[in-house]
C-alpha cells in the first residue's frame, strides 16, 4: 500500500468515484481506460459512443490557469459524486436515451504519479492544488475557500468525506480500468444491464450496486 492509500483507508475511504453514462462506461470498458476529455477527442473508436458530462469545461478557456493542462486530467471524487456537477450534467442530456451510473476505483490510484489534489473544485479561484499526502491531507481541513468570501467549515462531516463536496482527485491522462472495483446504478433493471455489458468485456469481477442514494451525495 502507498502512503496516500493508508491515510484514506484510515479514514474510511474505500473509493474514488467518477460518474458517467452507460455509453461512456462502454467506451471505458472498450479502450479499457477511463480517459480524460482532452484524450476522448482524439479516440476514433468512440466517435460513435462519445458522451461527454459537460458540454464546456472552463479548464479550456485561454484565461484559466496554465500551471498543468488540466483538461487532461481525469476529475473524480472521495466517497461520494460531486452534486452540482451531476445536476448539471442530468440536465444537459435530459431526454436522451441513456442512464448514469458511478464507476468506483481502487484508492490506490491516489499513489499514481501526478496525481493533484484540488480542495474545492478545481474551476474556482479559491482552490489549493497539490500533489502527494499533503495534498490529500488539505481536503479534509476545518475550513476551505471556494472563492472570495465563500468559505465552507468541516464541523462534524464524516471521516471519510472531503471538507468540500466539490473537492477533486485529478488524475493525469487516463486511469486503467483494471482498478474499476464496482459500478452503482439507480434500480435492479439497470443492474442487470450494466451486469452484461461486464461480462461482454471479461469483467463479471466488477461488482454491480444497487443504491440509488449513492446518486444523491453529501452536499454542504
Given at each position: 500500500m502507498?502512503e496516500?492509500?493508508?491515510?484514506?483507508f484510515?479514514?474510511g475511504?474505500?473509493?474514488?468515484?467518477h460518474?458517467?453514462?452507460?455509453?461512456?462506461l462502454?467506451?471505458?470498458?472498450?479502450?479499457n481506460?477511463l480517459?480524460?476529455?482532452?484524450r476522448?477527442?482524439?479516440?476514433?473508436?468512440?466517435?460513435?459512443?462519445?458522451?461527454l458530462?459537460?458540454?464546456?469545461?472552463?479548464?479550456?478557456?485561454?484565461?484559466?490557469?496554465?500551471?498543468?493542462?488540466?483538461?487532461d486530467?481525469?476529475?473524480?471524487?472521495?466517497s461520494e459524486?460531486?452534486?452540482?456537477?451531476?445536476g448539471?450534467?442530468?440536465?444537459?442530456?435530459?431526454?436522451k436515451?441513456?442512464?448514469?451510473?458511478?464507476?468506483a476505483?481502487d484508492?490506490?490510484?491516489?499513489?499514481?504519479?501526478?496525481v493533484?489534489?484540488?480542495?474545492?473544485?478545481n474551476?474556482?479561484?479559491g482552490?489549493?492544488?497539490?500533489?502527494?499526502l499533503?495534498?490529500?491531507k488539505a481536503?479534509?481541513?476545518?475550513s476551505?475557500?471556494?472563492?472570495?468570501?465563500?468559505?465552507v467549515?468541516?464541523k462534524d462531516r464524516?471521516?471519510?468525506?472531503?471538507?468540500?463536496?466539490?473537492?477533486?482527485?485529478?488524475?493525469?491522462?487516463?486511469i486503467d480500468?483494471?482498478?474499476?472495483?464496482?459500478?452503482y446504478?439507480?434500480?435492479?433493471?439497470?443492474?442487470?444491464?450494466?451486469?452484461a455489458?461486464l461480462g461482454?468485456f471479461?469483467?463479471?469481477?466488477v461488482?454491480v450496486?444497487v443504491?440509488?442514494?449513492?446518486f444523491?451525495?453529501?452536499?454542504?
Open positions: 502507498g496516500i492509500r493508508d491515510f484514506a484510515g479514514r475511504i474505500t473509493e474514488i468515484l460518474f458517467t453514462t452507460n455509453k461512456g462502454t467506451g471505458c470498458l472498450h479502450t481506460a480517459l480524460s476529455r482532452h476522448l477527442k482524439d479516440e476514433d473508436s468512440l466517435v460513435h459512443i462519445l458522451t458530462n459537460s458540454k464546456f469545461r472552463k479548464e479550456e478557456e485561454s484565461t484559466f490557469n496554465q500551471h498543468e493542462n488540466w483538461i486530467y481525469v476529475n473524480l471524487s472521495v459524486i460531486t452534486t452540482n456537477l451531476f448539471a450534467s442530468l440536465r444537459w442530456h435530459a431526454g436515451d441513456l442512464f448514469w451510473v458511478i464507476m476505483f484508492p490506490a490510484i491516489l499513489d499514481d504519479k501526478g493533484y489534489f484540488s480542495t474545492t473544485n474551476i474556482y479561484s482552490t489549493q492544488r497539490q500533489k502527494g499533503a495534498g490529500f481536503l479534509f481541513a476545518a476551505i475557500s471556494r472563492w472570495w468570501n465563500n468559505t467549515l468541516r464524516p471521516d471519510h468525506l472531503t471538507t468540500c463536496e466539490q473537492a477533486e482527485v485529478l488524475y493525469p491522462g487516463q480500468m483494471r482498478n474499476l472495483k464496482r459500478v446504478v439507480a434500480d435492479g433493471d439497470l443492474a442487470d444491464r450494466i451486469a455489458y461482454t471479461d469483467r463479471a469481477d461488482e450496486v443504491a440509488p442514494a449513492k444523491e451525495g453529501q452536499r454542504n
